[in-house]
């Protein structure tokens, strides 16, 4: 708003210059909250780490929480766009909803201390005011997964039951497949394991209905 | 191990009362570190709400990290008596399943403040050592799975997949439901809805196989 505080520091770059410091700040900071959590975290520290002065991570974030909040944006922008992209792909809802599941697992892995991080600011102390609301992520992916079950229940290719149960299964194993990439020393499902499991989801788990297509081979 | 360092300090309460001082002591420090984040709360502030002197919390626990481990060890005996129980009981492998994830549910309702707890501890920042081995509970909810999805099978009740794949299904969508219940804004799926969401793991998603019971009927 104040063209002031808003202008340029002392040791502003050229833009493209100014671009990569920014991006280099986020990755900085990224990795710093990550390894410190975000209150043990200095603006000092990401500054020197990004190889930039404090002013300029004023300049550009204003301050650590404008840092975080860049963080959490970027990481809502990509999901947002990943989520409307597999919402929009043709297909079987089946086929659709595996995709979906893939494609948010493969963004997770691709930013897994972006993910810490979010964790970290979402179960941290309560009385610490809540600094981002996460929820929007939970709300896109189960809307996304409702769309899709109700477009496949329209079909006739998926059974009339609660889409939002639907909703709750598939996330709950999604986000159980997911979550396990936050601790390397778990083994690691991967595409395929997440697609394995999926399928028990919609195969279902008893031997009398799965028999009947056997017996008749 | 030090005699002296562990008698009863100066301020020392009859058996009975000490007892109860001890449990005070773990519930303050409960309320006080789900509201406030472990690092940031203080022995003198935890005793002083459960009504006793600094001198009590050491001789009880030693430390602030005596206490937390202390809750931490009381929730997993809780929870590994809760699994033993349900893996031992009767009946077919699909009502043990959906009593056990009941019975893990409903433990972590009666503990939200706990769980929350060992939240924040388990995905505290990385640089923080670990206080606590928290993949024990993974490690045994996944066994008393796996071990109840074999007797199905052995039993011709459940189809043949891999045991581990339907122990990940299962326990992504117990803990994607009972997670919510750290979240007091989120609409809580209930015992009721718990059930229901497994019911659509065992029974599938899919029209065609449904169909065939219907149309026979």
Redesign the interface.
Known sequence: MDPVENSPPATALPPDQEIRARRRLLEAAIQIF????Y??SSVREIAEAAGVTKPVVYYHFGSKEGLLVAILDEAVRDFNRTIDAAVARAGSA?ERLVRLCEDVYGLFERNVSVA?VA??VF??????APLYDL?VL?RRLRDGVVRIVKDGQAA????G??AE??A??A???????QDRQ??P??SQ?GHD?LR??LN????????D??A??ALTS
Chains 1, 2 share one sequence.
């Open positions: 990550d390894r410190k959590g209150a043990a089946r810490r964790h970290m179960l941290g102390p309560r009385d610490v929820m939970e006739d290719e998926l059974r039951v609660d149960d639907v709750l299964a996330m709950g194993i999604l986000e159980g497949c936050m601790f020393e778990l499902v394991g394995r499991i028990l989801l919609f195969d279902g788990l008893m031997i209905r799965h009947q297509g």
